[in-house]
């Protein structure tokens, strides 16, 4: 038979020969590339800013540059959305937690914990116009307590991490969505808001930030209405769903007036049904980051 032989030679393996000398930036580098998840893969931005990138270039490799665009781009967007980023925290792995915690460490000179404005001015005013730096603080304190804590550093990171790849906002989705019927209920936020540590939201709060962020008050958030919200230029709501109607409209995140059949265009006589295949392993007509939707004759049933 014409092919090759595939069997792994004696001394070879899934690791870097101890013979070739390569520093564990360039291992890291190589790995994060040819990660098979491609959630957790790295995009083409995300490799530039790669720590290996910057051994050669003088500057302050104590503040990552993956923090400071964080930082720069991060922007309020309800509290509906601060919610969310609480919830999801745990998808920052331990490398990057720990990145994010040498961050803080190298900016917090008077070692009380948090960032502070005065600290963040002086980490950056080579980089930034001090309006611009009372800006990013502003955004960044979530909590409101004119300090950044380790929490909002994760969160502001976390907040632009995702928002990268529609399978980073896939996989956040998923994640929040408890039952597994491709949606967010009033209930799925609760639970997942009752295993952040140290955070507590009160059922008022949760119901109120929910309301917000269902769209044509179903009672509960799909995943076009999940995209509006996080606000990624990346993923955008899909074309034919009520949420991209409403930000095609609007261009803004706010609710609007009720509507009898959402799923019904006003320029169409076709809606939006669910074709999903039950086995997860048919990818024929199913797309493998989101949920896969056709146009049907409002006729059909």
């Known amino acids: 038979r014409i092919g090759f032989d595939p069997r792994v030679k004696d001394g070879y393996g899934p690791w870097f020969p101890?013979?070739?000398?390569?520093?564990?930036?360039?291992?890291?580098?190589?790995?994060?590339?040819?990660?098979?998840?491609?959630s957790k893969r790295l995009t083409a931005e995300e490799a530039l800013h790669h720590p290996w990138f910057k051994l050669s270039e003088e500057i302050d490799n104590e503040i990552d540059i993956r923090v400071l665009k964080s930082l720069t781009d991060f922007r309020k967007q309800g509290k509906f959305k601060e919610m969310l980023l609480s919830a999801l925290v745990d998808i920052v792995d331990d490398k990057e937690s720990e990145m994010l915690g040498k961050v803080l460490k190298h900016m917090d000179t008077d070692d009380d914990g948090y960032i502070s404005v005065s600290e963040l001015e002086a980490a950056?005013?080579?980089?930034?116009?001090?309006?611009?730096?009372?800006?990013?603080?502003?955004?960044?304190?979530?909590?409101?307590?004119?300090v950044i804590s380790i929490e909002e550093l994760t969160m502001v990171y976390l907040d632009r991490k995702v928002g990268q790849k529609e399978e980073r906002l896939w996989e956040a989705f998923t994640k929040l969505d408890k039952t597994g019927n491709m949606k967010l209920s009033m209930e799925d936020i609760k639970k997942a808001l009752t295993e952040v540590k140290g955070v507590r939201w009160s059922d008022e709060e949760i119901e109120e930030a929910f309301k917000q962020a269902d769209l044509d008050g179903n009672g509960h958030i799909d995943y076009d209405e999940f995209l509006l919200m996080w606000g990624s230029k990346n993923?955008?709501?899909?074309?034919?769903?009520?949420?991209?109607?409403?930000?095609?409209?609007?261009?803004?995140?706010?609710?609007?007036?009720?509507?009898?059949?959402?799923?019904?265009?006003?320029?169409?006589?076709?809606?939006?049904?669910?074709?999903?295949?039950?086995?997860?392993?048919?990818?024929?007509?199913?797309?493998?980051?989101?949920?896969?939707?056709?146009?049907?004759?409002?006729t059909d049933s």
């Open 235 to 298: 993923a955008p709501p899909r074309k034919n769903s009520h949420a991209f109607r409403v930000m095609s409209t609007t261009g803004t995140f706010n609710r609007p007036a009720p509507v009898d059949n959402p799923n019904v265009s006003p320029t169409t006589s076709q809606r939006t049904v669910d074709v999903t295949p039950n086995n997860k392993n048919d990818t024929s007509t199913r797309d493998t980051h989101r949920p896969a939707r056709k146009l049907v004759n409002q």
């Open 18 to 38: 101890a013979s070739v000398p390569i520093s564990q930036q360039a291992k890291d580098l190589i790995g994060s590339l040819l990660e098979i998840d491609t």
């Open 124 to 146: 950056f005013k080579d980089t930034m116009a001090a309006e611009d730096i009372k800006k990013v603080a502003a955004a960044a304190d979530i909590k409101g307590d004119e």
